[in-house]
């Protein structure tokens, strides 16, 4: 199992997860005990401040990598906590496993995020967290930072001495993040989080997919500039006459991969309403036609395209002559049960 530490006493160990792509990862972040004379430290908690033994970051690995992780916990202290950056399954889906090795842990989350999650948090103990909470852990020193954006409960961890933040999904190791607007997920927070990120001058960023970057401040710029560039195309074409989700993703991301424009419409919504929230949109455009655009319009049309320019150039007829008698098979099939009224 590979194994990275920095800061000292500060692991990150890359862990299966059912993530998005590029990524199949989930970085597991521990802080433990350097020394054995922070094993007598209790766990405390209070407004301000949490002390414990042991931390661990967002327990994302999937069921094949239960063992590991169940291993893992077991070699840490008891008087463990469990940081969640936020909710989603690659972030959270091995709390089983912490609580099989551990049902002692505490997860300290934010309020949002533990509504959420709700019973997937399988009776571990839990404390809501917001932003300027300060944790203890073994002589290690970190502070929460409330970091809205990724989704309305997104939170990071900062570690003081070294200046290393933990960004969760703030920041990835290759392209940029998502931001999920069926989460509370905007992107007014994103860039007022990248920018108060910038302000905290970090030294080294650990995101949860992918490597360590050591050139933070340039990344939290290159995304900042990233997204006001790809908003004033997206801009562009709305002014240029584009009104449907199909139209503006045809246009503004014309030079991506077809295969990837399904993707790309999640950027394109959050666009569009920040665009309406600073007021910016053209007179006629109308959002809630561009969001009744988003759905089974904009597949239709999509697969049509991806049918004409895409997949004949590649020989992929084969591919849709196989679905063409999947489809007669299934409907020859229904036929022959009996159960037509029931589809």
Same mark, same amino acid.
């Given at each position: 199992?590979?194994?990275?530490?920095?800061?000292?006493?500060?692991?990150?160990?890359?862990?299966?997860?059912?993530?998005?792509?590029?990524?199949?990862?989930?970085?597991?972040?521990?802080?433990?005990?350097?020394?054995?004379?922070?094993?007598?430290?209790?766990?405390?908690?209070?407004?301000?401040?949490?002390?414990?033994?042991?931390? #661990? +970051? @967002?327990?994302?690995?999937?069921?094949?990598?239960?063992?590991?992780?169940?291993?893992?916990? =077991? %070699? !840490?202290?008891?008087?463990?906590?469990?940081?969640?950056?936020?909710?989603?399954?690659?972030?959270?889906?091995?709390?089983?496993?912490?609580?099989?090795?551990?049902?002692?842990?505490?997860?300290?989350?934010?309020?949002?995020?533990?509504?959420?999650?709700?019973?997937?948090?399988?009776?571990?103990?839990?404390?809501?967290?917001?932003?300027?909470?300060?944790?203890?852990?073994?002589?290690?020193?970190?502070?929460?930072?409330?970091?809205?954006?990724?989704?309305?409960?997104?939170?990071?961890?900062?570690?003081?001495?070294?200046?290393?933040?933990?960004?969760?999904?703030?920041?990835?190791?290759?392209?940029?993040? #998502? +931001? @999920?607007?069926?989460?509370?997920?905007?992107?007014?927070?994103?860039?007022?989080?990248?920018? =108060? %990120? !910038?302000?905290?001058?970090?030294?080294?960023?650990?995101?949860?997919?992918?490597?360590?970057?050591?050139?933070?401040?340039?990344?939290?710029?290159?995304?900042?500039?990233?997204?006001?560039?790809?908003?004033?195309?997206?801009?562009?074409?709305?002014?240029?006459?584009?009104?449907?989700?199909?139209?503006?993703?045809?246009?503004?991301?014309?030079?991506?991969?077809?295969?990837?424009?399904?993707?790309?419409?999640?950027?394109?919504?959050?666009?569009?309403?920040?665009?309406?929230?600073?007021?910016?949109?053209?007179?006629?455009?109308?959002?809630?036609?561009?969001?009744?655009?988003?759905?089974?319009?904009?597949?239709?049309?999509?697969?049509?395209?991806?049918?004409?320019?895409?997949?004949?150039?590649?020989?992929?007829? =084969? %591919? !849709?002559?196989?679905?063409?008698?999947?489809?007669?098979?299934?409907?020859?099939?229904?036929?022959?049960?009996?159960?037509?009224?029931?589809?």
């Amino acid at each position: 199992m590979f194994c990275q530490e920095y800061p000292p006493g500060v692991l990150v160990i890359p862990m299966l997860s059912r993530t998005l792509k590029p990524f199949c990862k989930t970085n597991l972040v521990i802080s433990a005990p350097t020394s054995s004379r922070f094993l007598d430290a209790d766990v405390n908690i209070n407004d301000s401040t949490f002390t414990g033994q042991a931390l #661990i +970051v @967002d327990p994302g690995c999937s069921v094949p990598t239960y063992n590991e992780l169940v291993a893992i916990v =077991r %070699l !840490l202290p008891k008087k463990l906590f469990v940081f969640l950056t936020h909710h989603h399954l690659d972030h959270t889906e091995g709390l089983p496993a912490v609580k099989r090795a551990n049902s002692e842990a505490i997860v300290i989350a934010h309020e949002k995020t533990l509504k959420r999650i709700g019973p997937a948090l399988y009776g571990i103990k839990y404390v809501s967290v917001t932003g300027g909470t300060k944790l203890l852990i073994s002589g290690q020193r970190f502070e929460i930072i409330a970091a809205p954006g990724h989704t309305d409960g997104h939170l990071c961890l900062f570690h003081l001495e070294t200046r290393t933040l933990v960004a969760g999904d703030h920041c990835v190791g290759e392209g940029s993040s #998502i +931001v @999920d607007g069926n989460s509370g997920g905007n992107l007014h927070d994103y860039m007022n989080t990248s920018h =108060r %990120l !910038l302000e905290l001058a970090p030294k080294v960023v650990v995101p949860m997919h992918g490597r360590p970057n050591l050139l933070p401040l340039q990344l939290l710029k290159g995304y900042i500039k990233h997204r006001q560039t790809r908003e004033a195309t997206i801009l562009k074409a709305i002014e240029a006459g584009a009104t449907s989700a199909f139209a503006i993703v045809s246009s503004a991301y014309k030079q991506t991969n077809i295969l990837l424009w399904p993707a790309a419409l999640i950027n394109v919504k959050v666009h569009v309403d920040h665009l309406q929230r600073q007021q910016k949109l053209p007179q006629g455009f109308s959002v809630e036609k561009f969001k009744r655009s988003c759905g089974l319009a904009f597949k239709v049309r999509w697969f049509a395209r991806f049918v004409g320019s895409y997949a004949f150039q590649r020989n992929a007829w =084969r %591919l !849709l002559v196989c679905l063409a008698a999947i489809f007669f098979v299934w409907y020859k099939w229904g036929q022959g049960s009996g159960e037509e009224e029931e589809w």
